[in-house]
């Protein structure tokens, strides 16, 4: 997300949330902020340790939430199995530009310019691809070229867009990624099903009865009545956890509010305890 942690207590102390996870991509490093009691004290409520690992089902890329873990442990297995956010970045490039020349996508390298610190290669391509009107014919969702978050889940991540790049090699797998957070002490949620292409919400049972998953995020910012429903029924079925979060990145989400989501978030401590 675009807040410091200190921003992030901040905020959620403003908003009155009682428990907050941060769960950011593929690192722990927010946590040794919290060994500062002059920022662990700027919110009064309950931390949980947690953490969004990427990984891949079937080609597609999904994540996997971990919480409850211990940090020390869980920080050895990310540092033996999963790639920093610069590295990820430069070989996920590599990996795009090869695709989209093999395919015939039109674009400049010269013009694709991020910083693999901090910025997303994949914002810097759509960026670039998008001022060619040649291009639009690979677009598999027309409204997929306007936002990059469109283009990621209904393009880059989709293995029936023409745009889709196979980017397994950079994450750990489905199976070890659950194995990491298990070993580390923790629960593991497969998170925001509906969020991905349709793919992932049809293979939610086969995922489900095939990976020692705890739990499924049943309440998130852009599911619908029904599709929280459905997610906390399957729970209650088969007796597995259940978890929610509004996915919040600062500046970088928009409507992915702290603790409301788009305004109608409302995840009950009882799922918690």
Same mark, same amino acid.
């Given at each position: 997300g675009s807040f410091s942690v200190r921003e992030l207590l901040e905020e959620a102390e403003k908003t009155g949330l009682s428990l907050l996870s941060i769960t950011d991509h593929n690192t722990i490093q927010?946590?040794?902020?919290?060994?500062?009691?002059?920022?662990?004290?700027?919110f009064s409520g309950i931390i949980i340790p947690g953490i969004e690992i990427t990984t891949t089902y079937k080609g597609e890329t999904i994540e996997v939430l971990?919480?409850? #873990?211990?940090?020390?442990?869980?920080q050895q297995f990310l540092s033996e199995n999963v790639l920093n956010f610069e590295q990820k970045q430069l070989k996920e490039y590599e990996l795009i530009k090869n695709q989209y020349k093999k395919i015939g996508v039109k674009f400049d390298e010269n013009n694709i310019q991020f910083n693999p610190k901090k910025e997303s290669c994949r914002v810097a391509?759509?960026?670039e691809i998008k001022k060619y009107p040649e291009n639009n014919k690979f677009f598999l969702y027309k409204e997929s070229i306007n936002t990059a978050s469109g283009f990621t889940r209904n393009e880059v991540y989709n293995p029936k867009s023409p745009l889709y790049v196979d980017e397994s090699s950079l994450f750990p797998s489905l199976e070890k990624s659950i194995e990491m957070i298990h070993q580390s002490g923790g629960v593991a949620f497969l998170a925001?099903? #509906?969020?991905?292409?349709p793919n992932i919400a049809n293979e939610l049972l086969n995922i489900i009865n095939n990976y020692e998953l705890d739990g499924l995020?049943?309440?998130?910012?852009?599911?619908?009545?029904?599709?929280?429903?459905?997610?906390?029924?399957l729970c209650e079925e088969r007796k597995m956890f259940m978890s929610g979060g509004s996915d919040f990145h600062g500046t970088r989400k928009i409507n992915h509010n702290l603790g409301t989501g788009s305004g109608n978030l409302n995840i009950d401590e009882k799922i918690i305890k």
């Open positions: 927010a946590y040794l902020e919290l060994d500062n009691s002059d920022i662990r004290n700027l971990g919480y409850g #873990f211990n940090l020390g442990v869980m391509f759509v960026n925001h099903t #509906f969020a991905y292409s995020e049943c309440f998130y910012t852009t599911f619908t009545d029904e599709q929280s429903d459905y997610l906390v029924q």
